[in-house]
C-alpha cells in the first residue's frame, strides 16, 4: 500500500530533551516536507526537500533541523525542545514530474507532540 | 505573498442538502488550486484540484470545484451533504512564481447533521 509513515504518533517530553520525529515514504517521491498545525492557521511549511541531500527552508523553520539521507527518509529534528513546539506535525511527500507545482501531495497521519 | 483565505471556520449543514465550502487566494498570475479533507486522527487527503482547463473539477467522494478567475475563488461544493462528509477542509494554492510553495488556508469544519 502506498503511504507516508510517521513515528511517534504522540509524543509528551520536556523542554529541552532532544527529540526526533520519523517519516518514510514507499512510493519514490522525490519531494517531501515538513508541516506544522495550529488552529486557524492551517498547515505552515517547517522544511521540504526536494531530493536526497537537497533541504531547504520554510515558512517556519526555527528550532528544526531535518536531512535527506535516503530518498525514502525525512526525519525532523527538535534539538532543543520548547513549548511553543507544541502542535500537530504532518510529513508529507509528492514527485516532482510532470511538474511539481501541479502534483498533489500525500500526508502520513499526522504526530502531535506536546513540549511541557 | 500568495494567500489563501477561508472566511468560514465553521459551516452547519443538514444531511442532503447542498454544501459549499469557501475560499479566495491573492496572487497574480496563473494559481494551482488544491483542496484536501483531514478526518478525525488522520491526514490530510486530497479531494481536487485545478490546474489547467475546465473551470469547474470534479472529485473524490462526490465533491467539485469552480475556479473564478475574475474573483479569485476556488468553492468546494457537493450537491447533496453526507454526514460522514463531516471533516476539517483545507485550500491551498501554489505558484511557480513563488517557488513553487504550497501555501494553506486556515481550515474550514464542515459539521453535516443528521
Known amino acids: 500500500e502506498a503511504q507516508v509513515t510517521q513515528n511517534p504518533r504522540y509524543l509528551i517530553t520536556v523542554t529541552g530533551k532532544k527529540l526526533t520525529v520519523t517519516c518514510s515514504q514507499n512510493?519514490?517521491?522525490?519531494?517531501m516536507s515538513w508541516y506544522r498545525q495550529d488552529p486557524g492557521l492551517g498547515l505552515r511549511q517547517i522544511y521540504y526537500?526536494?531530493?536526497?541531500?537537497?533541504?531547504d527552508k520554510g515558512d517556519v523553520p526555527e528550532g528544526y533541523k531535518v536531512s535527506r539521507k535516503e530518498k525514502r527518509n525525512f526525519p525532523l529534528i527538535l534539538e532543543s525542545p520548547s513549548p511553543n513546539q507544541t502542535s500537530l506535525y504532518f510529513c508529507?511527500?509528492?514527485?516532482?514530474?510532470?511538474?511539481?507545482?501541479?502534483?498533489?501531495?500525500?500526508f502520513g497521519p499526522g504526530t502531535r507532540l506536546t513540549v511541557l | 505573498a500568495q494567500s489563501v483565505a477561508q472566511p468560514e471556520d465553521q459551516v452547519n449543514v443538514a444531511e442532503g442538502n447542498p454544501l459549499t465550502v469557501k475560499c479566495t487566494y491573492s496572487?497574480?498570475?496563473?494559481?494551482?488550486l488544491f483542496w484536501y479533507v483531514q478526518y478525525p486522527n488522520r491526514g490530510l487527503q486530497f479531494l481536487l484540484k485545478?490546474?489547467?482547463?475546465?473551470?469547474l473539477v470534479k472529485g473524490s467522494y462526490g465533491f467539485e470545484a469552480e475556479f473564478n478567475k475574475s474573483q479569485t475563488s476556488f468553492h468546494l461544493k457537493k450537491p447533496s451533504a453526507l454526514v460522514s462528509d463531516s471533516a476539517l477542509y483545507f485550500c491551498?494554492?501554489?505558484?511557480?512564481?513563488?517557488?513553487?510553495?504550497?501555501?494553506f488556508g486556515g481550515g474550514t469544519r464542515v459539521l453535516v447533521k443528521p
Open positions: 491551498a494554492v501554489r505558484f511557480k512564481a513563488a517557488g513553487n510553495k504550497l501555501t
Open positions: 485545478y490546474i489547467t482547463g475546465d473551470n
Open positions: 512510493m519514490n517521491h522525490e519531494y
Open positions: 496572487v497574480s498570475g496563473n494559481p494551482y
Open positions: 508529507a511527500s509528492q514527485f516532482i514530474l510532470p511538474g511539481l507545482a501541479g502534483n498533489e501531495q500525500f
Open positions: 526537500s526536494m531530493n536526497v541531500e537537497v533541504t
